[in-house]
């Protein structure tokens, strides 16, 4: 049990540092490492490992990569980019624009690749209308973490949720759209408020240049249809994993694009580091927690959703959201209300991603594609909407969650 807990602890430890020091060893490698220290030191059989993975999750996440890697190579963010610019002409406009089609598309796509697209159009939208950019960046960060709140294949968190609760598509885009509509709704204001000099009604109007966009017309027809009728089949109950590898593949048929290009979009790593993470919680599953030593520490206090949402916020932003889902993932099934208890825990863990820049991975893909354009978004300027945000969403997804 000992040698169990020190592996989940390290590897969380590596998890909230995001590498070791002194070391090149990353997350995934980290989350890989102790899976293998599960099997080597005799917590799990090789078998067993196996057996940990959720192969679900990772096929829904691997189907969702594939789709959206088409939407990329189809030139569907830069179109819906160049909308955006074609229709703000006035400050206000942009960022509510800009926050509607980010949480929008992260509802349906995974958030960190609509945060990976998108922000280098807002770049430039925002340097044409000579304003400063920070806000709107913010904005796609933000809005894309409350939109993701949305659906089951609105981020990895929830991916993992959705599989493991059984809770169906529809019933989980009930309780939780309004969550997302009404975060989208708080951070619009939190940044109106807190950057009042960019937003001020006696702000200039002017006309934006077109954007540029390299789009394939008949890639992109395919691609939406694929994914209309992706999303008409998780709202008609066919299992989400089913439904996302097979629109995957299906649009791998094709002439215009070589598969290597779709294979180059898709994100090895973070699959390697689900699967891994899945072993090491499985492993100190297996050798501390004991179905008695779960369910106390379920009724003590996660019962409550105000103490559940407020342990996995913390947890989230010391350790990311993914593994501090998998973390609580035991207790969570022993609650007396565990569908509740669910949803509690795919809302917290992601509303809490906004806490911080260094929240949620699609903050620091916001953040990184922003650095490489040569445009700063610092942790004060973030901090200072983050957490109002944060707090304000978090309070009401507790009421509005039925």
């Known amino acids: 049990m000992i040698i169990a807990m020190l592996i989940l602890a390290a590897t969380y430890l590596v998890m909230g540092l ?36 959720n192969f679900d999750t990772i096929t829904l996440l691997l189907g969702m990569m594939i789709v959206v890697a088409n939407l990329r190579l189809a030139g569907f963010f830069g179109l819906a980019a160049q909308w955006i610019g074609r229709h703000a002409r006035r400050p206000i406009v942009l960022l509510i624009g800009v926050t509607a089609v980010s949480a929008a598309f992260s509802a349906f796509l995974v958030n960190d690749a609509v945060c990976l697209m998108l922000t ?39 991916m993992v949720i959705g ?19 009404v975060g989208a709704i708080v951070v619009v204001a939190a940044i109106v408020l807190a ?7 006696t702000a200039t109007r002017r ?23 992706a999303i008409t089949a998780f709202f008609l109950g066919v299992p989400p ?20 290009r779709v294979m180059r979009e898709i994100d090895w790593p973070l699959l390697l580091l689900f699967a891994g993470l899945f072993i090491v919680v499985a492993g100190a599953e297996k050798a501390a927690l004991t179905p008695d030593i779960r369910r106390a520490v379920g009724e003590l206090a996660l019962g409550r959703p105000a103490v559940l949402a407020a342990v996995v916020a913390v947890l989230s932003n010391l350790v990311s959201n993914v593994p501090a889902v998998l973390v609580l993932k035991p207790f969570v099934g022993e609650l007396t209300d565990p569908r509740k208890a669910w949803l509690v825990l795919a809302m917290a863990s992601t509303l809490a991603g906004n806490f911080t820049i260094v929240g949620s991975i699609a903050n620091l893909i916001v953040v990184e594609r922003a650095r490489a354009a040569r445009v700063s978004v610092g942790f004060w300027p973030y901090f200072r909407v983050g957490a109002p945000v944060t707090v304000i969403t978090l309070a009401l997804g507790l009421w509005l969650l039925p």
């Open 163 to 181: 599989t493991v609760s059984h809770i169906p598509y529809g019933a989980f885009s009930a309780a939780l759209a309004p969550v997302a509509a």
């Open 195 to 201: 950057h009042r000099d960019e937003f001020l009604p």
């Open 241 to 260: 994993p089913e439904v996302a590898i097979v629109a995957g593949a299906l649009l791998l048929v094709t002439r215009r694009i070589r598969p290597e």
């Open 207 to 229: 006309d934006v240049a077109e954007l540029r966009v390299h789009w394939n017309g008949p890639l992109l027809a395919k691609s939406l249809a694929v994914i209309v009728g």
């Open 120 to 158: 280098p159009f807002v770049i430039e939208i925002a340097h044409a209308m000579r304003r400063n950019p920070v806000p709107y960046l913010i904005a796609v960060a933000m809005a894309s973490n409350v939109g993701s709140v949305a659906t089951i294949t609105g981020n990895p968190q929830n």
């Open 18 to 53: 995001g590498r070791l020091p002194a070391s090149r060893l990353d997350r995934t490698g980290a989350a890989l490492l102790g899976a293998s220290l599960m099997v080597a030191t005799g917590t799990l059989s090789l078998d067993e490992a196996y057996r940990a993975i």
